[in-house]
């Protein structure tokens, strides 16, 4: 079973809006990081963002982290086009170091 | 997908042929990792190699086996394939020691198909 689930699973937007996504996760995480996924492509790391952290921002990228939920989100202002993309949650547990356990994503099309 | 090279980029198989999907990098990185991933789903840890020398499996070894021949390269072989493998294969690299907690560095994909 998957570690993590995002929500939702596909996300369709206008280019200058907000784009929000959600993970949840089942077990105990030492972190947990979001990556990108462009069609046909490998995936690129976002952020990460630790267990005893609450909120990271790197650039136009928001996550937030609530232990207590088991549950994060990711948030993409002033989407572009070029955000369109998978989007993947993945943990890291406190049992399973050096492992990531991925979600099944969230698609997300930014339309000009 | 700086610094990690697959090939090769496609392949389709007969069922039951071999093959060996080869992983290069050139980071310097200490583990080395081989995910599968299939459509609607997230990638899923096949094996992988937390440094030179040492391998262990993920969450769905079984029909593959792999090889750490050096820091540089980690291969993954499907023995005798069948239908059920055909996915797109993922080579990622992190930096640090065993049991570190670094970001992941992926491969391009290699798309397999078995007949």
């Known amino acids: 079973s998957q570690q993590g689930e995002e929500d939702p699973q596909a996300l369709s937007i206008q280019e200058g809006e907000n784009a929000t996504m959600n993970c949840s996760y089942k077990?105990?995480?030492?972190?947990l990081q979001w990556y990108r996924q462009n069609s046909g492509r490998g995936l690129v790391h976002l952020i990460l963002i630790r267990s005893n952290e609450r909120e990271k921002h790197s650039g136009r990228l928001r996550v937030t982290l609530d232990t207590s939920k088991k549950s994060s989100s990711l948030l993409i202002t002033a989407s572009r086009a070029a955000d369109t993309a998978s989007y993947f949650c993945?943990?890291?547990?406190?049992?399973?170091?050096?492992?990531?356990?991925f979600g099944a994503g969230t698609q997300v099309v930014v339309t000009p | 997908n700086a610094g990690v090279t697959q090939t090769p980029k496609f392949q389709v198989l007969k069922t039951g042929q071999s093959m060996t999907l080869q992983c290069a990098q050139d980071m310097n990185h200490n583990s080395m990792y081989w995910y599968r991933q299939d459509p609607g789903m997230g990638l899923r840890l096949i094996y992988y190699s937390a440094s030179e020398g040492t391998t262990d499996k993920g969450e769905v070894p079984n029909g593959y086996n792999v090889s750490r021949l050096n820091k540089r390269e980690f291969s993954l072989r499907l023995e005798s394939a069948a239908p059920s493998q055909t996915s797109v294969y993922f080579c990622?690299?992190?930096?640090?020691?065993?049991?570190?907690?670094?970001?992941?560095?992926f491969g391009p994909g290699t798309r397999l198909t078995v007949l």
């Open positions: 077990t105990s995480i030492n972190n």
């Open positions: 993945a943990t890291m547990t406190t049992d399973s170091w050096g492992k990531l356990q």
């Open positions: 990622a690299i992190s930096g640090g020691l065993a049991g570190s907690t670094d970001t992941q560095y």
